[in-house]
């Protein structure tokens, strides 16, 4: 019995501990019903979150959402980006219009060309192509210059160096490409002269020519390969490759900036919105650049001379005019050295200028400082002095052939004049470092200065002073 007791009591406790440990249900919360006829307080009408407009998403991404406002100064890039994409713009729109009325056969090329001409529109839109695809090749050079003297070539922006100079290839592949396409005199023989360039280059440049040309001589394949590379191939290189270029501009950080001499991190610089402070400068100069390139449409036709005779030959045959410093040069060395050897050199450096040893930061200065800006006005004084010294040697003094006749011309107007360059370059550079002290990045700025301007030279003596036969005279 006692025991029947005690096993109840445990039961009864048991049941008590797992009803107090079960919550009370809740009941839900029931609004109160509103009697009728008293005023029930208004309800705010949830907030509509403003989605960004199309152009904004654009913007969002080709511009980052702020920008620094040190960036905003037109000294710092001189808009020549952002030019060279209006252009790029201005070709695809006259161009797309042109191919309306061209026929790309050797038959109707020069007619469909000379029928667009007649009619006020279409002369006008030939023009506006021909000088924005000119323009364009200066801008895009600029550009590289801008970005040079600029320091914005080191870290981390090295590889985009490398993307950029591509991309102004494509640029001048793309000017010669369509340079033939009108089929007239000027063009027929600027491009065989481009062309037959590439016979210099041992062992493999008969091959690389007849492949460009489609056979011997430049012809009715030639002009099929050169439309072509002109509307298709080149135009979808150059947008990928542009697309990547200003991808690697903003995972760089967009702009280069001063910074503060010394060590330590550069101050965080104050943000502002891109639109509209960024995106008003770049209007404004697109249109006073479109407006130019209008206004030079109206001025000045685009050349056309009769059409193309591969048997008439005009004197003197000059490639175009941003391949002439290349043709001035065969004037002087052998043809080796002049399409090969020289090029190929100018290329190297250029490609390997991000990846040398500088052992200090760039200041993000034009010059990098008031040194290098002295070092670089040496550097293009002292080749406006020798560039054209020794044209003039050349063509009226000294003739290294005749003067070592027993030496192949490879080397005595080819290998000897090369080293002689090359001991002037390193000389100078030692000179530069030594006379006024100028550090590692100052040094090649002052020998970079010195070849571009030596060859700027070269392409406007080949571009004016060059008449019959390709001899010296005033323009």
């Known amino acids: 019995m006692g025991i029947s007791m005690g096993k109840k009591k445990q039961v009864e406790r048991k049941a008590a501990r797992s009803t107090a440990a079960t919550p009370a249900p809740v009941m839900a919360r029931v609004p109160p019903v509103p009697q009728p006829g008293t005023l029930q307080p208004s309800v705010a009408p949830p907030t509509k979150v403003k989605k960004p407009s199309g152009f904004s998403m654009l913007l969002l991404h080709v511009h980052p959402r702020m920008v620094p406002e040190e960036a905003l100064q037109f000294t710092r890039t001189c808009g020549l980006g952002g030019m060279a994409v209006v252009l790029l713009v201005l070709l695809a729109g006259t161009g797309a219009l042109l191919l309306l009325g061209y026929e790309p056969s050797t038959e109707r090329a020069y007619d469909s060309v000379m029928s667009l001409r007649d009619t006020a529109v279409g002369g006008f839109i030939r023009n506006i192509h021909f000088w924005a695809a000119n323009a364009l090749v200066l801008v895009a050079f600029l550009h590289l210059l801008r970005v ?194 020289v090029p190929l050199l100018a290329v190297a450096f250029l490609v390997f200028l991000p990846y040398l040893k500088y052992g200090e930061a760039p200041s993000g200065l034009w010059f990098h400082s008031p040194n290098g800006r002295r070092t670089v006005l040496v550097a293009a004084g002292a080749a406006l002095l020798v560039a054209p010294a020794a044209i003039l040697a050349y063509e009226y003094v000294l003739d290294l052939p005749k003067v070592l006749p027993f030496l192949p011309q490879a080397v005595s107007n080819g290998l000897l004049p090369m080293g002689v360059m090359v001991v002037l370059v390193l000389g100078f550079s030692a000179l530069i470092q030594r006379r006024w002290g100028a550090s590692n990045i100052e040094a090649v700025q002052a020998v970079f200065t010195l070849l571009m301007v030596g060859f700027l030279v070269l392409t406007v003596t080949g571009v004016f002073f060059r008449g019959t036969s390709m001899r010296l005279a005033w323009p």
């Open 148 to 341: 040079f003297y600029t320091g914005a070539y080191h870290a981390p922006r090295r590889f985009n160096w490398v993307i950029g100079l591509l991309l102004l290839g494509l640029v001048l592949a793309s000017n010669f490409t369509g340079y033939l396409l009108p089929w007239d005199q000027l063009a027929f023989w600027a491009v065989t002269i481009g062309t037959g360039m590439l016979e210099y280059v041992p062992l493999v440049g008969p091959i690389l020519e007849a492949a460009l040309r489609g056979g011997a001589d430049v012809g009715p394949k030639t002009l099929s390969i050169f439309f072509v590379l002109h509307i298709a191939i080149l135009p979808i290189l150059g947008a990928i490759l542009a697309s990547f270029h200003f991808w690697l501009v903003r995972k760089g950080g967009g702009v280069i900036l001063p910074r503060p001499p010394g060590p330590g991190p550069a101050p965080r610089p104050t943000l502002v919105p891109t639109s509209p402070n960024l995106v008003f400068r770049e209007m404004v100069v697109a249109l006073v650049l479109i407006a130019g390139v209008l206004l030079t449409a109206a001025s000045f036709d685009a050349p056309l001379l009769a059409q193309a005779n591969p048997g008439m030959s005009p004197n003197p045959a000059k490639a175009p005019w941003y391949f002439m410093g290349i043709q001035e040069l065969l004037v002087h060395l052998h043809p080796t050295f002049a399409v090969l050897v």
